[in-house]
């Protein structure tokens, strides 16, 4: 049942003794199949008590195994009920007497004569199981006849109850196709409808149910954590173009920072579109290579790419080797002996508020304004959040599986707020798991990644989900086109990054999405339980 605790029945030993009821009633019959003297009326008088004896032990051994389901089922609720009662923090004391009250309340409407003695409740400390057994007697009605009075049996019963320490991770895309049809208002509702499924008004505010935030489209916001995941370098005015240019491409993974003003900029390389060209120009344009400043700009200066090297598909903590790539606008293009731009429409820096097209690519440098939310149970401020956020541009997914890990990581534990620092992955009764939405293809990654964001989500949802993290990844698919890339095998990356089928979701209207979102906050509920 979503939400509610899960009941793994323990089943083993039941059809032993089962058996054993059937076995206890043939001492009883044997001294008849040991009696072949005298004659046909003899051997009548003593075979059709004999036979009326097998059907009523059959008939008896029915009714048993009946009453014993139903004794099983009455035992299973109670341990049920009281792993409620000990996540609502109940002591042990009111536990024991709440399931042998429920048990024999429900034993009792049972009838036939059936008898059980008060359950035996344990409990398990080190991982919070417990343990209910019964002892039960059902009077016979036939077998009686050959001297076996009664029937014994006796039920187990253990409800797993987990302390509760889950930390989510919600991702979501805001490219910007997420303007049409009313998506992004519907994923809001969807979420908060999640947020109060996780977060409920009237649950316990203990701190062990904690969800982060965050979104992305072609590049992805680091917001206050931008200086703690990305590598800097504080440079010198350039003398010479050709020194801008080798600066440019050694330290482009990185911040830069202006040594004379401490501010954060970027390199424009020299250019020259020719007229005629295919420059997009009319008339010969050419522009020397200069810093621009971020806030002389409209880009960011939190923005972010993904981890390229050795690093890239792992939850390796930010550092020497493991850095984030900084959000810094490119050049991209290749120059012919002529001066014209092989391939690209040169765009002039200064002017042009496309950062797609052209030798000049920027999108790299932009990003949305929502930043991660590190993990809370402040839902007034995840609610507040989901509403701010606003979609534009392409879709790189594979920047959101690696943040959703990086946000419930415990490698990542340095760098969020204290409060905010996930549990260990070996943590007892801890579970982790993240929420993946998207409404498209991944099909933006940066020029210096290995491989595209299908190949880099592949390798991340991999890792994540093996041990030591054991992540349940859930993934939501909202109105997605038939035609996205696929797998050898056929599956699209949501279905592949998915935990299982049963952890991918396709929504085709608002209503199905919240059914999504409401689904998959109940069933990581279970995990509180299962794990």
């Not at 020029?447 to 859930?474: E, I, W």
Request: hydrophobic share 35%; charged share 15%.
């Amino acid at each position: 049942m979503a939400g509610r605790p899960f009941l793994p029945l323990r089943q083993a030993g039941r059809d032993a003794e089962d058996a054993a009821m059937q076995s206890s009633a043939l001492p009883h019959l044997l001294p008849l199949a040991r009696n072949t003297a005298g004659n046909v009326a003899m051997l009548a008088a003593f075979a059709i008590p004999a036979i009326l004896s097998v059907a009523g032990i059959a008939i008896d051994l029915q009714n048993t195994v009946r009453q014993k389901s139903k004794v099983q089922f009455a035992l299973d609720s109670a341990v049920l009920a009281g792993a409620l009662n000990r996540q609502a923090g109940a002591s042990e004391a009111a536990i024991i007497a709440d399931v042998q009250g429920y048990t024999a309340s429900l034993i009792a409407e049972q009838g036939g004569g059936l008898t059980c003695t008060p359950v035996t409740v344990t409990f398990d400390e080190s991982n919070k199981d417990i343990n209910g057994l019964v002892q039960c007697t059902q009077p016979t009605y036939l077998t009686h006849l050959i001297g076996q009075e009664e029937l014994k049996f006796r039920v187990a019963a253990t409800s797993t109850y987990g302390v509760g320490k889950i930390d989510v991770a919600f991702i979501f895309d805001v490219s910007g196709s997420m303007n049409s049809f009313n998506r992004l208002a519907l994923l809001k509702t969807a979420a908060a409808a999640g947020f109060d499924e996780l977060l409920p008004d009237d649950g316990r505010d203990d701190g062990n149910v904690r969800i982060a935030l965050a979104s992305y489209n072609h590049s992805l916001n680091a917001g206050p954590y931008i200086n703690s995941v990305t590598n800097s370098v504080s440079l010198s005015a350039d003398t010479s173009n050709s020194n801008a240019q080798t600066r440019y491409n050694t330290y482009n993974s990185v911040r830069m920072f202006d040594a004379a003003t401490g501010k954060r900029f970027f390199y424009f390389q020299r250019g020259t579109c020719t007229s005629g060209s295919n420059c997009g120009r009319t008339s010969t344009y050419t522009w020397s290579a200069q810093r621009r400043f971020f806030d002389d700009t409209a880009l960011s200066t939190s923005c972010i790419y993904e981890r390229i090297g050795g690093q890239a598909s792992t939850d390796a903590a930010p550092g020497a080797n493991r850095w984030l790539g900084a959000g810094n606008p490119r050049w991209n293009f290749s120059s012919s002996s002529t001066g014209k731009y092989d391939g690209w429409k040169a765009v002039d820096p200064g002017n042009s508020t496309n950062y797609g097209t052209g030798a000049y690519e920027g999108r790299h440098g932009t990003c949305r304004p929502s930043g991660p939310v590190p993990l809370t149970d402040d839902k007034t401020l995840l609610k507040a959040h989901v509403d701010s956020l606003t979609a534009d541009g392409g879709t790189a997914g594979h920047l959101g599986f690696a943040w959703a890990w990086y946000l419930i990581s415990p490698n990542w534990a340095g760098i969020w707020p204290e409060a905010s620092r996930p549990w260990n992955y070996d943590e007892p009764q801890a579970s982790k798991a993240i929420i993946m939405m998207t409404d498209g293809d991944f099909n933006v990654n940066h020029p210096s990644a290995s491989g595209s964001s299908f190949q880099q989500s592949m390798a991340l949802c991999d890792a994540m989900k093996a041990a030591p993290s054991r992540v349940q990844v859930y993934t939501v698919g909202f109105q997605v086109p038939s035609t996205v890339q696929r797998t050898g095998d056929g599956r699209t990356i949501l279905e592949y990054c998915a935990s299982s089928p049963s952890h991918a979701f396709n929504a085709a209207n608002g209503e199905e999405l919240v059914a999504a979102y409401r689904s998959i906050a109940r069933s990581i509920s279970d995990l509180r339980i299962k794990k």
